[in-house]
Nanobody, 120 residues
């Protein structure tokens, strides 16, 4: 059974930092591309950052230069370091593992999400 468990969310003041973790089990973590998504109240879920199994990262323009994603394949864990947080970063953050099967079918696994609130 595949499980993704996020942690590290919380309440932080503007300008502060948080580090989110995504612990995977029941899956060969290193074989999967990883993504971080967020969803604010009343808004659609949006992609924040991706980190491929090959180590290539991409970021949404609104977090570029402030957020850094990384992964520790030996411990089956992904990370999202969030710096200089702004109130508009407030959302539930979820991690995602994704790959395409040999038949061309996308497979996705999701964590339950962790709340990040940026407020003074």
């Amino acid at each position: 059974q595949v499980q993704l468990v996020e942690s590290g969310g919380g309440l932080v003041q503007p300008g502060g930092s948080l580090r989110l973790s995504c612990a995977a089990s029941g899956i060969t973590f290193s074989h999967w591309d990883m993504g971080w998504y967020r969803q604010a109240p009343g808004k659609q879920r949006e992609l924040v950052a991706t980190l491929s199994r090959g180590g290539r990262s991409n970021y949404d323009v609104f977090v570029q230069g402030r957020f850094i994603t990384s992964r520790d394949n030996g411990n089956d864990t992904g990370f999202l370091q969030m710096n200089d947080l702004k109130p508009e970063d407030t959302a539930v953050y979820s991690c995602n593992l994704r790959r395409i099967t040999r038949a061309g079918v996308p497979v996705n696994y999701w964590g339950q999400g962790t709340q990040v609130t940026v407020s003074s």
